[in-house]
């Protein structure tokens, strides 16, 4: 969306705001007009933030602001801060307002991993954007690891048992019993199914974790994968942050090429930093993480559609639905969830918001 400047004005008329954004511009030393410049808002997503494009000759800038969100605007500061120091592929953050509700970004562009995929020209092309972001995710995982309490968003975070069965539950109340309309009899029998699943997860080793890294948020600049909505990074296992890339429900890929992919990841965790993993073991929970991550999905898809009426994530639903039904063919020990599954199928067939 295109705006000119007294546009942006206008869909931000309070005029401290945009004394406060020229405050910031002088601030960080970057030489942009808001009389002159071009404008643009940029939409989309699941966030409730806003972000500006500023852009004056060759030099832009990316205005993140929110009146509303302001945990989310300090834990962002907080973990890109961190990440930036440790030579990770984040925007830089060139300058912020007292209150943290306003932050200046490093412009990334536009070319995000998903837009790249949607326009490569086969299969060889598609696995070297994958390369490179898991290339990358490495770095981000293996580099932290010891220095993770040093950010203080992070110190007192894990993505453990409690976290897990937040998920699930979210799954089952947003996509199960509000999307699909299911009745579920037996509770006990699901929850103690989901036990099972968070418990497993929970005795896995600690890691930095994204927490949402997909698609939309990796982008490309100067040929480097670059990485947005960290702002609820905690420490969790491994396999979350890989499986949410390799089983998207934003970009479905061929399953040959997603097992090449993950044996390309170990690879580079194995010789890179010197880690001895037990393959088979690391690949059961990567599926394992793929049922959390995907029912998360669901839940988020669903609650975005009906209670955000953002109805364009409905579409990603059956995506999100066959990594779940696909990865719970590999698992024995929840078959109340499997049976659920296919209901839901079922009933989201052709549904339209």
């Known amino acids: 969306m295109q705006l000119s400047a007294e546009g942006f004005r206008s869909m931000r008329a309070e005029q401290p705001f945009m004394k406060k954004v020229q405050q910031l511009l002088r601030k960080a030393g970057l030489q942009l007009s808001l009389q002159n410049g071009e404008v643009i808002a940029l939409t989309g997503g699941g966030s409730d933030r806003n972000f500006y494009r500023i852009k004056d000759g060759d030099t832009s ?5 929110s009146v509303t969100q302001r945990f989310d605007i300090e834990s962002y500061i907080s973990v890109g801060t961190f990440l930036f120091k440790h030579g990770i592929g984040v925007p830089q953050i060139y300058a912020q307002d007292d209150e943290k509700q306003v932050v200046l970004l490093e412009d990334l562009g536009d070319d995000s ?3 790249l ?3 490569a020209a086969g299969a060889q092309e598609i696995k070297r954007y994958y390369e490179q972001v898991l290339a990358s995710l490495a770095e981000m995982q293996m580099e932290t690891k010891k220095t993770l309490n040093d950010c203080d968003y992070l110190r007192g975070r894990s993505f453990g048992y409690e976290a897990l069965r937040w998920e699930t539950d979210y799954f089952t109340e947003c996509f199960l019993k509000r999307f699909c309309g299911l009745v579920i009899d037996n509770d006990e029998e699901l929850d103690r ?3 099972v699943l968070a418990a497993r997860l929970d005795s896995e080793p600690r890691y930095f974790m994204h927490r949402d890294f997909q ?7 100067d040929d480097r994968p670059r990485f947005i909505d960290f702002q609820t990074a905690t420490k969790g296992l491994l396999q979350y942050d890989a499986v949410s890339l390799l089983k998207d429900a934003y970009f479905k890929l061929d399953e040959n090429i997603r097992d090449e992919l993950l044996s390309f990841y170990l690879e580079t965790i194995e010789s890179g ?4 993993i037990d393959r088979e073991s690391f690949i059961r929970t990567f599926h394992r993480a793929g049922l959390q991550r995907n029912m998360q999905a669901l839940g988020a898809f669903a609650y975005l559609a009906m209670d955000k009426e953002k109805t364009a994530f409905a579409a990603h639903i059956p995506n999100a639905l066959f990594y779940l039904r696909d990865a719970l063919k590999q698992f024995s020990e929840f078959p109340l969830l499997r049976e659920l599954s296919e209901q839901a199928e079922s009933k989201t067939q052709g549904t339209k918001l």
């Open 113 to 115: 991993l998903l837009q």
């Open 117 to 119: 995929l949607k326009k």
């Open 273 to 276: 930093w010197s880690m001895d």
């Open 193 to 195: 199914e989901f036990h």
């Open 215 to 221: 698609s939309q948020n990796i982008y490309f600049k």
């Open 61 to 65: 800038v990316v205005v993140m602001a």
